[in-house]
């Protein structure tokens, strides 16, 4: 985005970094508004930044670990891309956990209000792994929608064929360009999607919890079908693939997906069993 001598500004940290202000803020209206302690939130919701980029970072390592096994201090690099969402909302929803439990905090009502900072951050993420070029990169394809990136994109390295790590790609000989799905926008039309739903949860509202757990069913259903199946991911459960369309079926996300979609039914049916 800007890069000034040793200044360097990535596109995909900035979005991040605008998400999380804008998040807050508009977490805080809402808590204002319900009649709650936003103050409380704040501190709340600083270790869950802190603790949510910790599970993104962990979890996108457990999903791609092929190539921090050989680069390990990689990492710690944060900056450079790669984060797992599930594993942000996991960390993040273990800080308010802990505060809850130790502090007597609000648990579903600050999950809720954060649930439109979540969607932001999805959609900003996704911009920012397109505008990294390699993030999240999609399989070859010979679907009209492919998009093959221009010379000048120095940031995608191109696609190896019959390799899904796009990290591996230094072992292929032929190096191409695409067509490939465009996964960063998919991904991106997916926190678009979410957006809008976050609101229409919150304005809903029939208990506290209703929106941070239709946040986490939708999103782990959206990836899964709109996202997942196109991105060059290695497949943990190669229920499918279809190398001519650039499809392939399970990946690590997929995976986790399920027993998520799970859980979450199981708790909006034990939270509006416990509002009455």
């Not at 409380?40 to 190539?67: K, M």
């Not at 941070?212 to 782990?220: A, D, E, G, T, V």
Request: charged share 15%.
């Amino acid at each position: 985005m800007i890069e000034i001598g040793p200044l360097r500004i990535q596109w995909y940290g900035f979005l991040l970094t605008l998400a999380i202000f804008v998040g807050f803020e508009l977490a805080r209206r809402r808590l204002k508004a319900w009649g709650l302690d936003a103050e409380r939130f704040e501190t709340a919701a600083f270790w869950a930044v802190v603790f949510g980029v910790v599970g993104a970072r962990l979890g996108y390592v457990l999903t791609s670990p092929g190539y921090f096994l050989e680069n390990p201090l990689e990492i710690l690099y944060v900056w450079h891309g790669g984060l797992s969402f599930h594993g942000a909302i996991l960390g993040g929803a273990l800080a308010f956990l802990y505060h809850h439990k130790r502090r007597g905090y609000p648990l579903w009502p600050y999950l809720d209000a954060a649930t439109p900072g979540v969607a932001l951050g999805i959609l900003a993420g996704r911009i920012g792994n397109l505008m990294n070029g390699s993030d999240t990169a999609g399989r070859l394809t010979t679907l009209p929608i492919g998009f093959t990136w221009p010379e000048w994109a120095k940031g995608f390295p191109g696609v190896c064929p019959g390799i899904d790590d796009i990290s591996q790609v230094y072992q292929c000989a032929e190096l191409l360009r695409g067509p490939v799905h465009l996964t960063q926008v998919y991904g991106a039309l997916v926190g678009l999607i979410l957006l809008p739903l976050a609101y229409y949860w919150l304005k809903k509202k029939p208990f506290y919890g209703y929106a941070f757990w239709q946040l986490i069913l939708w999103y782990s259903v959206l990836r899964s079908v709109l996202e997942e199946p196109f991105r060059l991911n290695p497949l943990w459960l190669p229920v499918y693939r279809n190398e001519e369309l650039g499809i392939g079926l399970l990946t690590a996300t997929q995976v986790a997906s399920l027993p998520l979609i799970l859980l979450s039914l199981y708790m909006l049916r034990r939270l509006r069993t416990q509002a009455g």
